[in-house]
């Protein structure tokens, strides 16, 4: 880690971008997410038995010792296949659906490659014929030709063929943002927090499996592992939706696609915007219900967790170049906004110091004072019950 510039938050997620991933196989992230996390001194590091990555940092001053943590969240995984059998042919293989695949890989050839456990890349290829058909009938399934006869083990990750990263008139192309976006916004908070020796209770939670189903996540919440009284913040790509544009800076997301989250919660985030706006006239932020997906908040709300959201969002959502649901469409990298992501870290950083601490948002101050003199009028111009 440097300095905790803008140049070395896109160093972090440009070296993660190489670490391809899909559900159950986030070994090579989170291998990367461990190395960045060892170079900061002062954060513990440890991961669970269901290989989640819980960082925490804490600095606290004895008359603060009791605010709530924070915990910021984010997945290793991305939506992929995963090689389940040999095929009708050599070199050719079943794979099965990980998450939100486009519809599109279901009936065009899309390139792949076969992800190694040591990082290596065997060219792949999703094909389509009658066989292909019949597999589909029968659940998420395509036919794989590998194009290599080296042998490897199975269950294996099957990952689109795009390029790992890309940054092209102020938008940044990943095969993978959602959501090595969000773990690098974390990573790169933290590191400045570090740096700063700044005055926070802050959790960076990197976890597994979550387009199969939140699995990660929900395991985590389950466990208990985390403070019941922390504040968890969900750091996703959300697709884009109406009411959102991309460069306007990040989401505070209000909600997704399962439930809406918790006002407590999401008032650190705007009470953190609002100061940073006071100071800095190019910061922007957006506010939304991103309810196109579901997100980690979620889980842990499910467990009782005070929940809220910021989310960048997100072009060609899950690699669908028009939406996951078209036949018709193709297979591209995603995109996100450039300054949104430099805003996105400032305000995770913002919050997690804590301007927060002790104080109320302004709406809702707002809201708890009421004048007196209104208080008069009230009482005074009430009907009678009698």
């Known amino acids: 880690m440097k300095n905790g510039s803008d140049q070395d938050s896109l160093h972090i997620l440009e070296q993660l971008s190489k670490s391809p991933a899909v559900p159950f196989h986030e070994d090579l992230v989170q291998y990367s997410i461990l190395e960045f996390l060892e170079s900061m001194s002062g954060v513990d590091v440890t991961v669970d038995r269901f290989g989640n990555v819980i960082a925490h940092y804490q600095n606290l001053s004895s008359s603060e010792s009791t605010c709530p943590p924070l915990v910021f969240v984010a997945h290793m995984d991305h939506p992929g296949f995963e090689i389940i059998n040999a095929g009708s042919t050599p070199q050719s293989f079943i794979a099965k659906a990980l998450g939100g695949v486009p519809e599109a890989c279901f009936n065009k050839t899309v390139s792949c490659f076969v992800l190694l456990p040591n990082g290596r890349r065997l060219p792949a290829t999703i094909e389509h014929s009658d066989d292909a058909k019949s597999l589909l009938e029968n659940g998420r399934l395509v036919n794989v030709v590998v194009e290599s ?101 990040p989401v505070i997301r209000t909600g997704d696609r399962l439930c809406t989250f918790d006002s407590d919660a999401e008032n650190i985030l705007r009470y953190a915007a609002a100061e940073i706006t006071e100071s800095d006239s190019e910061f922007k932020y957006q506010r939304q219900l991103m309810s196109a997906g579901t997100c980690e908040a979620s889980a842990f709300a499910a467990f009782g967790y005070k929940v809220t959201g910021i989310a960048f969002t997100l072009g060609n959502w899950h690699n669908a170049t028009t939406f996951i649901g078209d036949p018709s469409g193709g297979v591209d990298s995603e995109f996100i906004n450039l300054t949104d992501y430099f805003q996105g870290i400032k305000l995770i950083e913002h919050a997690a110091i804590g301007a927060f601490r002790g104080r109320v948002s302004e709406s809702r101050e707002a809201l708890i004072s009421i004048p007196n003199d209104i208080k008069d009028r009230m009482l005074k111009t009430a009907q009678s019950s009698d």
């Open 149 to 249: 006869d080296e042998q490897f083990v199975m269950p294996a990750a099957l990952v689109f063929d795009l390029p790992d990263f890309a940054v092209d008139n102020e938008k940044i192309y990943m095969r993978a943002a959602d959501d090595l976006v969000g773990c690098a916004a974390i990573l790169s908070s933290l590191n400045r927090l570090v740096l700063a020796k700044a005055e926070t209770n802050f959790y960076g939670v990197f976890t597994r499996a979550e387009e199969g189903g939140l699995f990660g996540a929900r395991l985590l919440a389950e466990s208990r592992i985390l403070p019941d009284h922390a504040f968890v913040v969900s750091v996703e790509t959300s697709s884009l939706i109406p009411g959102v544009e991309q460069g306007l800076g």
